[in-house]
């Protein structure tokens, strides 16, 4: 994927492979090919999720980020499958540029 001059390499699903090449570009493509518009809620969980993995290195568990989202975000935005209607928290996962591997990794602990 070409984002602003930059080629980002993403796997078969679009799932970007190298966290550090990862744009604010690439999560607007992507949500733009998902028919998606970004809102500031979304940006509020992408910049969440990429501060959570930055941090500890792994992928927030789906339930410690359902509370997350739901203290950060209005109550028109706390259902994560409306506000990400294409995969709810995979969604919001593959546009903060988290990649694949990493969900795949820590998913099976």
Do not use: C
């Not at 679009?14 to 604010?24: A, K, Q, R, T």
């Amino acid at each position: 994927m070409n984002v602003s001059g930059k080629n980002i390499k993403t796997d078969r699903d679009g799932y970007i492979v190298n966290l550090n090449e990862w744009v604010p570009g690439f999560a607007e493509i992507t949500a733009h090919e998902d028919e998606l518009e970004l809102t500031d809620e979304h940006w509020e969980v992408i910049n969440f999720l990429r501060e959570y993995y930055e941090e500890y290195q792994i992928p927030p568990a789906v339930s410690f980020l359902t509370k997350a989202i739901d203290k950060k975000l209005s109550e028109k935005a706390n259902d994560k499958n409306g506000l990400f209607p294409k995969g709810g928290v995979e969604q919001a996962l593959k546009l903060a540029g988290i990649p694949k591997k990493e969900l795949i990794k820590h998913s099976n602990k």
